[in-house]
């Protein structure tokens, strides 16, 4: 017989952005416990609302499964005495078991304990292992109330806990379980009896809460679309704005509102940021893809009075794009290129200056990557002229009031001011990727002044000693290491990492060579991780990501051209092979004292074979290499298999004649070095 599991934690609006690893922490834990408790049961899956949290488990054993163990104790020697008597030793591991004596079982030389434990009751073990749930969650922020000592993410108000129809009883600071749960704030019960899982959710349901998140993103989904498209658009719908607004719910209604056709000679980005990422509004477009003067939103109740809700929704987005178009017009009253001297009041970071400080750097720095990759002068004029303007934005009263808008108020005001095009958009350019997902700048004087500005504040930030650590990272350097990397990968730029990073350090006034040296192989190991962590989203095998990173990463393009060739020709029959008698060479090159090869000292036809296919690997190898085509090295590597193993089978390497032995030596030497450059292949796991 099996029976589902309800439980509910009802609690004070708990913030949207925590609600999906609440949940996704919730579900875990249940799963967790009951394994831990041997307790079988059914589909596990956990729901939620502003003001509440629940797991439903379904189909729960009745009784925990029985435990068989063989717990094995001392030798039979420590056990038994002369007399064959059971000695402290084996009496004390008896005891521990909680097994007779005799009952001890005597295999391979050694006792072991025959433990049987038959399965508890499931409704005896609930209430300790709800208790747990609750009391081991963890969240970013946690609250105390009143003069309780628990902590949690917001107080606790009710507690729901069923076992089938029966409640669950347990107690937590402040509050007992029961089945009693609790309806929309505003338009349901304050009271809600539950009797079971199904009930649960039809109870909500009839109180005007949609607990499923789930049901509620479809629901949103649809209002919003339907919306749009009945006033001649299409929203726009950012994921994530939908997934904050599932939790911002319990009783989805979607109403459109308006502004004002004025506004539309804003900025659109001007128009949507207000609406996106202050007032939680989506925007709506027409066929054209320009936005109309509508917009969407959603509240937490049903339709009654919505044009109440409307007007209240209208007013607050009025006054938000009034500001916006007082400062864009203000703005505009000084051209953005006089405001750069303006970056002289504002702190970079302390001790390194102003950001008036940080643009020249930007300048000299930016201009030396395009210098180290042969960009041309007219390239190299839009990029001074970019990094110039590149934070003049961040003293405009639009940037001060919207501060998403930095970047793409630069270009704005670029191209208000005259400046070129290209100019205008590696201003804004320079910032991305601005997050995970985000698009990458496609302008060369974007990218270049994108690098420099993330590296510049790396190296900066690791020269203050502000490393970031397994749970902190507030300057967000992670996030910029991998822009880095990524427009490195996507220009196909051929790039140094170290004389990046030796130029920012330059240009910081960081000159103490202990400290450069200390400081690039951090910057280093960090770009790495990076490196690492990309390569490990490709599905690259980890054995492979390490042999291609043991080779080096300072020329990160490079890098990444390598791993992915090995993701093709590694896994093969003949590179395993390949891989096998490579090792076996490195493995006895190490003994070599010489780098000469004589081949007169050849005795065998196996020698000057192999000797041989060293000398045309070697050739083709340094034009693919040339070529960066890495798939072509690893399959003349490949090939080197054959005669490796024709070699070792024919020859003794480690002879007595000294001459002979070096010789051999620095042959195998010589074929270990052919791979060096593309991976070590001493890290591959043979399969």
């Known amino acids: 017989m099996t029976n589902d599991l309800l439980l509910e934690i009802g609690t004070e609006e708990i913030p949207a952005k925590f609600m999906p690893g609440a949940l996704a922490q919730l579900e875990s834990a249940a799963k967790t416990k009951l394994a831990e408790l ?3 049961h059914g589909e596990v899956r956990a729901v939620g609302t502003p003001r509440r949290m629940a797991v439903i488990v379904k189909e729960v054993a009745a009784s925990q499964a029985d435990k068989h163990s063989e717990n094995k104790g001392p030798s039979v020697k420590i056990a038994f005495g002369p007399d064959g008597a059971p000695t402290k030793a084996a009496l004390g591991f008896a005891r521990g078991q ?5 009952a001890l079982v005597v295999k391979d030389d050694y006792i072991y304990a025959i433990v049987q434990e038959v399965g508890r009751p499931v409704a005896e073990l609930l209430p300790g292992l709800l208790t747990d749930i609750v009391n081991n969650m963890s969240f970013p922020k946690n609250m105390r109330w009143g003069d309780l000592d628990m902590r949690f993410v917001r107080p606790i108000r009710w507690v729901v806990a069923l076992f089938g129809s029966q409640v669950v009883p347990f107690t937590l600071p402040g509050v007992a379980s029961g089945n009693v749960t609790r309806g929309h704030r505003f338009l349901g019960q304050a009271e809600v009896e539950v009797n079971s899982v199904e009930d649960y959710f039809a109870r909500l349901g009839e109180n005007f809460v949609m607990v499923d998140q789930d049901v509620r993103r479809r629901v ?9 498209v009945s006033r001649g658009g299409t929203a726009t ?10 939790y911002l719910v319990e009783y989805p209604t979607a109403l459109c509102g308006n502004f004002e056709e004025k506004y539309l000679s804003l900025p659109p980005e001007a128009i949507i940021t207000p609406m996106r990422e202050h007032q939680r509004y989506f925007p709506v477009i027409d066929k054209a893809g320009k936005l109309l003067p509508i917009f969407i939103t959603v509240r937490n109740g049903g339709s009654d009075h919505i044009d109440i809700v409307r007007h209240g929704n209208e007013r607050v987005l009025r006054a938000r794009l009034a500001d916006a178009q ?3 017009e203000e703005d505009q009253k000084v051209p953005l290129a006089n405001r750069v001297e303006k970056l002289k009041s504002i702190v970079f970071q302390e001790g390194l200056g102003t950001l008036y400080d940080k643009v020249l750097r930007l300048e000299r720095l930016a201009s030396g990557v395009g210098q180290m990759l042969g960009s041309s002068q007219s390239e190299l004029d839009v990029v001074n002229r970019g990094a110039h303007l590149a934070k003049a934005d961040l003293v405009t009263g639009m940037v001060n009031e919207f501060t998403e808008l930095q970047g793409i108020m630069g270009r704005e005001y670029a191209r208000l001011s005259g400046e070129q095009a290209e100019v205008a958009d590696a201003v804004f350019e320079h910032y991305l990727p601005r997050f995970a997902g985000d698009v990458l700048p496609q302008s060369t004087a974007g990218r270049l002044i994108s690098i420099a500005d993330k590296m510049d ?3 900066a930030t690791f020269s203050r000693g502000l490393l970031p650590t397994g749970s902190q990272d507030p300057y967000a350097l992670r996030r910029q290491a991998l822009g880095i990397v990524n427009i490195l990968i996507d220009a196909k730029y051929h790039a140094s990492l170290a004389a990046i990073a030796g130029q920012a350090m330059d240009l910081l006034g960081i000159s103490d ?8 192989a951090d910057i280093q190991e960090f770009f790495r991780l990076r490196i690492k962590n990309i390569l490990t989203d490709e599905n690259l095998r980890y054995d492979m990501i390490d042999a291609v990173l043991a080779a080096g990463i300072d020329d990160i393009y490079d890098t990444w051209l390598r791993a992915k060739a090995m993701a093709v020709e590694g896994g093969t029959i003949a590179m395993q092979k390949a891989v096998q008698a490579l090792v076996r060479v490195g493995n006895l090159a190490k003994n070599a004292g010489s780098e000469t090869i004589e081949p007169g000292l050849f005795s065998t036809e196996a020698e000057h074979a192999l000797y041989k296919a060293y000398v045309e690997a070697s050739t083709v190898i340094e034009k693919y290499q040339i070529e960066k085509n890495y798939q072509g090295v690893l ?13 070792f089978g024919a020859v003794m390497v480690m002879v007595e004649d000294t001459a002979v032995k070096n010789n051999r030596l620095a042959l195998l030497k010589a074929i270990s070095g052919l791979s060096a450059q593309t991976a070590d292949l001493s890290k591959i796991v043979i399969m």
């Open 38 to 40: 041997r307790i079988i």
């Open 98 to 102: 909680g097994i007779d004596p005799a």
């Open 220 to 228: 949103i989904r649809e209002q919003i679309e339907t919306l749009a």
């Open 237 to 246: 719908i950012d994921e994530e704005l939908l997934e904050e607004v599932v």
């Open 326 to 328: 007082f400062f864009f």
């Open 457 to 459: 504040n790396i190296v």
């Open 513 to 520: 060579n202990e400290r450069r040296t200390k400081l690039l």
């Open 635 to 647: 399959t003349v590597l490949a090939g080197m298999a054959a005669p490796i193993d024709a070699f």
